[in-house]
């Protein structure tokens, strides 16, 4: 018994060497596509034909839209600045810093989700794979999900941009996070309301007295929320007013159940950044190569981050399906 446990330990270790190369490798991507996105907005002739062009935009809170016009090169800026700095406050929160791999030599067996920027990056992948594979299902039976408008490049990537921030605080920080804190009665337990929504179960877990903190009812007020947030999210897709066809009701709502684990369990920061990889870090790649270079990245993007996703899919399974009966 004890041989196939440190057979099984050694297997897990495998997996996470893997998964770290391949989770740095798309680190490194993000950051490409954080250089290329504001040259596609601003330097290239697409972005000149939107100078000082305005459109109109939403803030969501608890599921509900509220319009307000802007203008696209000024919003996408602005928003570019905190996805950049999101990005970088990631890297070194969580109970990780990825410094710290770096000097403890621990670089590639590391816990792929025990730095926010890693979990960022794993959760993202796993999603994708899900979604690929809802997505191929619906299609082998005829059920549509539609495509994005056909409009300027530099206009779409500046929209698709808006979404992961005013979203997320419309689905999950305000449907999650204010519901919970009145299921709680989070007051009661004098902890501060910023830190509780910012990150609700660490902040549990952290404040709270052993005594005090009920896993399994904070899973059950969470859980609900979480299922909620993530149908409201993949209805909002399918509106009268939506691009989008039924299918993608489907493939949102389960991307909006992780987005709600994410918040819940981790941080809004790291349910915001899945939703900007999935908007902006792709796209992105996309635009760039097939208006200016094809240098072949957006392919390689899609492998590693297939592959990641369905490395780290099976090393859950293997660590808490085989590692529970032993």
Same mark, same amino acid.
């Given at each position: 018994?004890?041989?196939?446990?440190?057979?099984?330990?050694?297997? =897990?270790?495998?997996?996470?060497?893997?998964?770290?190369?391949?989770?740095?490798?798309?680190?490194?991507?993000? +950051?490409?596509?954080?250089?290329?996105?504001?040259?596609?907005?601003?330097?290239?002739?697409?972005?000149?034909?939107?100078?000082?062009?305005?459109?109109?935009?939403?803030?969501?809170?608890?599921?509900?839209?509220?319009?307000?016009?802007?203008?696209?090169?000024?919003?996408? =800026?602005?928003?570019?600045?905190?996805?950049?700095?999101?990005?970088?406050?990631?890297?070194?929160?969580?109970?990780?810093?990825?410094?710290?791999?770096?000097?403890?030599?621990?670089?590639?067996?590391?816990?792929?989700?025990?730095?926010?920027?890693? /979990?960022? +990056?794993?959760?993202?992948?796993?999603?994708?794979?899900?979604?690929?594979?809802?997505?191929?299902?619906?299609?082998?039976?005829?059920?549509?999900?539609?495509?994005?408008?056909?409009?300027?490049?530099?206009?779409?990537?500046?929209?698709?941009? !808006?979404?992961?921030?005013?979203?997320?605080?419309?689905?999950?920080?305000?449907?999650?996070?204010?519901?919970?804190?009145?299921?709680?009665?989070?007051? #009661?337990?004098?902890?501060?309301?910023?830190?509780?929504?910012?990150?609700?179960?660490?902040?549990? #877990?952290?404040?709270?007295?052993?005594?005090?903190?009920?896993?399994?009812?904070?899973?059950?007020?969470?859980?609900?929320?979480?299922?909620?947030?993530?149908?409201?999210?993949?209805?909002?897709?399918?509106?009268?007013?939506?691009?989008?066809?039924?299918?993608?009701? /489907?493939?949102?709502?389960?991307?909006?159940?992780?987005?709600?684990?994410?918040?819940?369990?981790?941080?809004?920061?790291?349910?915001?950044? =899945? !939703?900007?990889?999935?908007?902006?870090?792709?796209?992105?790649?996309?635009?760039?190569?097939?208006?200016?270079?094809?240098?072949?990245?957006?392919?390689?993007?899609?492998?590693? +981050?297939?592959?990641?996703?369905?490395?780290?899919?099976?090393?859950?399974?293997?660590?808490?399906?085989?590692?529970?009966?032993?």
């Amino acid at each position: 018994m004890e041989d196939d446990g440190r057979k099984t330990v050694k297997v =897990i270790k495998a997996f996470n060497i893997v998964a770290n190369l391949l989770i740095y490798f798309i680190a490194f991507t993000m +950051i490409i596509s954080f250089i290329l996105g504001p040259y596609i907005v601003f330097n290239s002739s697409m972005g000149k034909e939107i100078i000082g062009k305005s459109s109109e935009f939403y803030i969501f809170f608890i599921g509900l839209a509220f319009p307000f016009k802007s203008n696209i090169q000024s919003l996408f =800026i602005s928003e570019w600045v905190i996805y950049l700095s999101i990005y970088a406050l990631l890297a070194v929160t969580g109970k990780e810093q990825i410094s710290k791999f770096f000097k403890e030599k621990r670089i590639f067996v590391a816990d792929p989700f025990s730095n926010n920027l890693t /979990t960022t +990056i794993s959760i993202f992948s796993i999603t994708v794979v899900i979604v690929l594979v809802i997505d191929w299902i619906q299609y082998n039976v005829g059920i549509e999900t539609g495509s994005l408008p056909q409009m300027n490049p530099a206009e779409l990537l500046c929209i698709i941009s !808006h979404a992961p921030l005013s979203e997320e605080i419309g689905f999950r920080l305000s449907l999650i996070g204010l519901f919970s804190i009145i299921f709680l009665r989070v007051w #009661r337990k004098r902890l501060s309301f910023v830190d509780y929504l910012i990150s609700p179960i660490p902040t549990l #877990r952290s404040r709270l007295k052993d005594t005090e903190y009920d896993e399994k009812r904070i899973q059950t007020i969470f859980l609900p929320l979480i299922l909620a947030s993530g149908t409201f999210f993949g209805l909002a897709h399918i509106m009268p007013s939506s691009v989008w066809e039924v299918g993608k009701a /489907t493939e949102a709502a389960f991307a909006g159940i992780m987005l709600g684990v994410a918040y819940a369990y981790y941080n809004i920061g790291v349910a915001i950044l =899945i !939703h900007w990889a999935f908007n902006y870090y792709s796209n992105t790649l996309y635009i760039f190569e097939e208006n200016f270079v094809n240098i072949g990245l957006s392919s390689v993007m899609d492998v590693t +981050i297939i592959l990641l996703g369905t490395i780290l899919l099976l090393r859950i399974i293997l660590a808490r399906v085989i590692l529970k009966k032993m």
